[in-house]
């Protein structure tokens, strides 16, 4: 049954209803409805919810409750994320599975606390040191929130890597109607009993660690990390074609830009201009070939890439076209967000 | 033919990396010692930190988890959540780990009570880095970022921990002890077990601080570096129980 829910809120019974029981967290604005919300629901299904006392050791604190086997997450907002970091980076050097969710505001520094899409590079990029990626996902509605949220605790068991999920200000605050799924029955979580460090009695230590201190060996271990992120974008790679089959003029942006550019492509279409739009949903691995697919089309005249940032996306989208089109970028930052008018006088007076 | 000796079933045959003359070795025999003898070898989980026992995985026969540098009483409590509450947890780590960088994972864990043991190696100095400047570098006390002696006025104050930690409500048992002979071995091995104990019995949070020594980084041979344990560490870092629920129970 839909139910009408604030996003924030609906990611957090979402991880529940995926079998999440553990959370560690630190308050930030505008992502505290997660925690707030998962401090008094976990300990009603027998979890545990710490509030740390920095983003630091919450992060370490998901290093340790994966580690030990545990489904479990932490969210925070673009400074606190920045923070976190060092633990991702550890977490992908140890293959630990676990979901981290941000709620942008805009930066740089301690910024402001309005929606923005200025960590794109720092959570598909590795963000923390080292090579490594975390799976991004970008949901654009509340439901989608929730569907993703349920399903990335399976996704990261299934590579043992981190998750992370990108909304905004604005998707984390506002309210929708969307269905939780069902509560996943426990037993039928995958069985870690082979690699995490839980105590286990049968004399055959389980080691979490990132530490290879041998030149070949990390090389080795580095080389394995990115076969597997080849397979995860052969496999998890997902992204939406919005009224694109007859596009002259394609925006592509996620999140909640892409609901904008959406109200932009049906005004230009009522105004006879063929517009449309490409939505990646995961922002790594990248749609590169859903780009590239469209770039190839005649029809095509030229690609807007929207952010709220000054410009980050819009390099992938640069190398998905490969100069077969113009790749044009249109954005907002700070904290302000573009409106569709803003899109359609841009594509009808070029600023 | 009767066994006199032997080593402990909690430690691996992997030869120990520290320097000769180091107490890291006699801290881990007595570690996996005490859990070998509470029966609590299985089960156990430690967590590593960063720094000269960042190897400890490989020594302990117990699974571990090699924490970020400071992190490891923040990931020793979240596995408290996780796992059963019978578990013996336990973290592992030094100066700079423990009183620097992860001061705050330290003081917190403490706040909350974790019900967990801390192992805290005190020798005053960054050892794998190379003998810098630890929170715990006495005043007069020479280190490659300090050359003429930790001078407060220009370095910075040392902290002693056991004392800070005896303020808070939240720890069950605080001792500060050394291994600078064989009597005092003894008496930090007595101390190890008291903590796994009361964790053993959920008390909280207990904590052992061993003043140690850095032959290597001190650069003196290791009887030298003992005696200087004795002689300074000691003086500055006095001995003894500095918290205990169950005196204050009676």
Known sequence: ?351 | MKIVADKPRMLTDTPLHYCPGCAHGIVHKLVAEVLDELGKVDGAIGVVPVGCSVFGYKYFKCDVLEAAHGRAPAVASAIRRVVNPDNMIFTYQGDGDLASIGMAETVHACMRGENITIIFINNGIYGMTGGQMAPTTMPGEKATTCVYGRDPKVNGNPVRMCEMLATLTGPAYIERVSVYDVPHVNKTKAAIKKAFQMQMEKKGLSFIEVVANCPTNYHMTALESMQFVKEKGCEFYPLGVYKDITKEEK
Not at chain 1, 332 to 351: Q, T
Request: overall charge negative.
């Open chain 1, 1 to 351: 049954m839909k139910k009408l829910w604030k996003g924030n809120e609906a990611i957090a019974e979402a991880a529940v209803a995926a079998g999440c029981r553990y959370f560690f967290g630190y308050p930030i604005t505008p992502q505290n409805e997660i925690p707030e919300y998962l401090s008094w629901r976990l300990p009603e299904v027998g979890g545990a919810f710490i509030q740390a006392e920095s983003e630091v050791s919450a992060i370490n604190m998901v290093y340790g409750a994966a580690g030990a086997g545990a489904r479990c997450m932490t969210s925070s907002s673009s400074p606190g994320i920045s923070l976190k970091q060092e633990g991702i980076s550890y977490i992908a050097g140890a293959e630990l599975p676990c979901v981290i969710v941000n709620i942008m505001r805009s930066g740089p520094g301690l910024g402001g606390i309005q929606p923005a899409q200025g960590d794109y590079f720092q959570a598909t990029k590795g963000g923390g040191h080292g090579d490594y990626h975390p799976i991004v996902y970008a949901p654009c509605s509340i439901q989608e929130f929730v569907d993703i949220t349920y399903s990335a605790f399976d996704i990261a068991d299934k590579y043992r890597t981190p998750v992370m999920i990108i909304g905004d200000g604005m998707l984390g605050q506002m309210m929708e109607p969307a269905e939780i799924p069902p509560m996943r029955d426990l037993s039928t979580l995958p069985d870690k009993n082979d690699w995490a460090a839980c105590g286990h009695s049968d004399g055959i230590p389980r080691i979490i660690n990132s530490l290879r201190i041998e030149a070949d060996e990390n090389e080795e271990f580095n080389l394995r990390l990115f076969e597997k992120y080849a397979v995860i974008a052969q496999n998890e790679t997902k992204h939406e074609y919005y009224e694109i089959d007859d596009a002259e003029i394609v925006f592509v942006a996620y999140g909640s830009v892409a609901r904008i550019c959406k109200a932009a492509v049906v005004e230009l279409r009522a105004n006879g201009i063929k517009a449309g739009l490409i939505r990646p949903i995961t922002l790594y691995p990248y749609p590169t070939d859903a780009v590239a697919e469209v770039a190839k089309k005649d029809c095509v005249k030229k690609f807007i890439t929207v952010e709220m940032s000054m410009g980050q996306m819009v390099e992938d989208v640069r190398l998905a076209v490969n100069g077969l089109k113009p790749v044009e970028f249109y954005g907002r930052c700070g904290g302000n967000v573009m409106m569709p008018a803003d899109l359609v006088k841009y594509v009808k007076e070029g600023k």
